[in-house]
T-cell receptor, first 115, second 114 residues
């Protein structure tokens, strides 16, 4: 069965430091991959997505993610974190074939940013 | 104006009451979803609808029902609310670009069942 694992429940970084949030998936074919961000009291906003092509994907707010098929990973990165990046981050996987057209969600990583 | 709206944004109710949460969208999407979010449990799919006549149960549909009144409207009902239905509820929509389209979320409804 498909699954998504975000190994880090909570991460704290200092403002200006680099960030990497991990996402591993279990899926038998090429997946569709998403990263969403949920700011406090807000709904979820799409940061970026990977469907095919270049495995390094650029998103909004200075985020990027790299699809590594050999590692079944889609890690989210940002070179310099801002205080406003404090939020919950969710990785999701979707099927690219068949009738199951839902997303499988990770449990999220909560990011805190120290000044 | 927001593309996906949810009403109410907050609701406190008592055990046994019937509650309806409403979702409207102006994105022109065919697909709509209801999720609940609980701390530590991420997002769990309650129901989803790929068009007005196509409604499907998600992973946690027990205790919930839905109505797709029109392409733009998708309502979630709790027929007899219980305290463990206290959660943050999100509506989402997606288009027809493929089997797993980008989903666009509403701001959420915080429901408390006493």
């Amino acid at each position: 069965a498909q699954s998504v694992t975000q190994p880090d429940i909570h991460i704290t970084v200092s403002e200006g430091a680099s960030l990497e949030l991990r996402c591993n998936y279990s899926y038998g074919a090429t997946p569709y991959l998403f990263w969403y961000v949920q700011s406090p009291g807000q709904g979820l906003q799409l940061l970026l997505k990977y469907f095919s092509g270049d495995t390094l994907v650029q998103g909004i707010k200075g985020f990027e993610a790299e699809f590594k098929r050999s590692q079944s990973s889609f890690n989210l990165r940002k070179p310099s974190v801002h205080w406003s990046d404090a939020a919950e981050y969710f990785c999701a996987v979707g099927r690219n074939a068949g009738n199951n057209r839902k997303l499988i969600w990770g449990l999220g990583t909560s990011l805190a940013v120290n000044p | 104006d927001a593309d996906v709206t949810q009403t109410p944004r907050n609701r406190i109710t008592k055990t046994g009451k019937r509650i309806m949460l409403e979702c409207s969208q102006t994105k022109g999407h065919d697909r709509m979803y209801w999720y609940r979010q609980d701390p530590g449990l991420g997002l769990r799919l309650i129901y989803y609808s790929f068009d007005v006549k196509d409604i499907n149960k998600g992973e946690i549909s027990d205790g919930y029902s839905v109505s797709r009144q029109a392409q733009a409207k998708f309502s979630l009902s709790l027929e007899s609310a219980i305290p463990n239905q206290t959660a943050l509820y999100f509506c989402a929509t997606s288009g027809r670009q493929g089997p797993a389209d980008t989903q666009y979320f509403g701001p959420g409804t915080r429901l408390t069942v006493l």
